[in-house]
């Protein structure tokens, strides 16, 4: 089986930790022995812009979180490959390594310039978180809402850009006008790395019923997230994130459901998954709660290779 984690903000965190990925840690959330330990063989890794960075320094922080991870490649390559195509996917995870996949999460990585785009792909980036909560020039993020701002001018042709290169646009963060912008514009299926279900928690980045009818109507994937305030306001833990996957698989089915953990991107996790090396709960979880395999597999990786297998050129 595939097992695929959309979502971590690990790159970003290993140098404010001290620590690297081929190393057990008592720190942090990911490395590569836990995600052995949790059988997790597929890790988005999200190079996070934070808001200090700015469009005037997204491009050098971006590339200077690309260095980091290609040396973090080249000290452990043989524990983990960097993927750019499914196949590749597929090979790599065979070979029993982890298959890392590049992504983003920020627009403010393109400081404003389309030309980065086929940049950050030929160094292997293949998604791309378009906002985090702040405004960008792509568009509103999700704390922007208010304004009902959606796609500029330049989200637009990022968009399309991101559609002609093969690379996954990711809706998690953005204004609910920017994600119909996405939505009506996109030729491809559309993703959301690390978003729940609003009608379940009522958090502003989690996904109301019609915006997760709308990924499914694009043949995309929601990546469910375990930070506790994303999965219920009181108690939160495994049950009740569970919830949230059978909320969705009541409402469209299971082929639109995945797992984004934001490992490392949070303060707080729930008891029950404190790191990756519990990732294998969730597969647990969901064969008691009476998921048949051919869900279980498409839950914790298929779908996402699916919709790999569609957008990656």
């Known amino acids: 089986m595939i097992v695929i984690d959309a979502h971590c903000d690990t790159l970003t965190t290993l140098k404010k930790q001290n620590r690297t990925l081929g ?4 720190v942090g959330h990911v490395d590569l022995h836990k995600l052995r330990d949790g059988g997790v063989n ?9 808001p200090i960075y700015g469009e005037e320094r997204g491009i050098s922080r971006t590339l200077e979180i690309v260095d980091l991870f290609y040396q973090e490649y080249k000290q452990n390559s043989k524990q983990m490959e960097l993927a750019v195509c499914s196949n590749e996917i597929r090979n790599i995870t065979r070979a029993g390594k982890v298959a890392a996949v590049l992504t983003i999460e920020g627009g403010e990585a393109l400081g404003g310039k389309l030309y980065m785009l086929p940049i950050y792909y030929k160094l292997g980036v293949r998604c791309i978180t378009l906002t985090w909560n702040v405004r960008n020039s792509i568009a509103d993020g999700v704390s922007e809402r208010f ?14 850009e991101m559609n002609k290169l093969g690379m996954l646009i990711d809706v998690s963060h953005i204004s609910e006008a920017g ?5 009506d514009l996109s030729s491809d299926p559309i993703i959301a790395t690390h978003s729940n279900c609003s009608n379940l928690c009522q958090h502003p980045r989690n996904l109301t019923d019609g915006q997760i009818k709308a990924i499914a109507k694009t043949n995309g994937v929601i990546g469910l997230t375990l930070v506790p305030q994303f999965i219920a306001e ?3 833990g495994l049950d009740k994130f569970l919830d949230h996957i059978d909320y969705i698989a009541n409402l469209v089915g299971t082929d639109f459901i995945g797992v984004g953990s934001d490992f490392d991107g949070c ?26 395999d051919e869900d279980v597999y498409k839950i914790m990786g298929g779908n996402f290779m699916g919709v790999m297998d569609r957008v990656f050129k």
């Open 23 to 26: 190393e057990r840690s008592n």
């Open 42 to 50: 597929v890790q988005f890794f999200a190079i996070y812009i934070e």
């Open 147 to 160: 304004t009902g701002g959606g796609l500029t001018k330049f989200g637009r042709e990022v968009v399309q």
């Open 179 to 183: 994600f119909w912008d996405v939505i």
């Open 234 to 236: 009181n108690d939160p």
């Open 267 to 292: 303060d707080h996790t729930i008891s029950e998954i404190s790191n990756a090396s519990e990732f294998h709960k969730i597969s647990t979880g969901l064969s008691k709660r009476g998921y048949c």
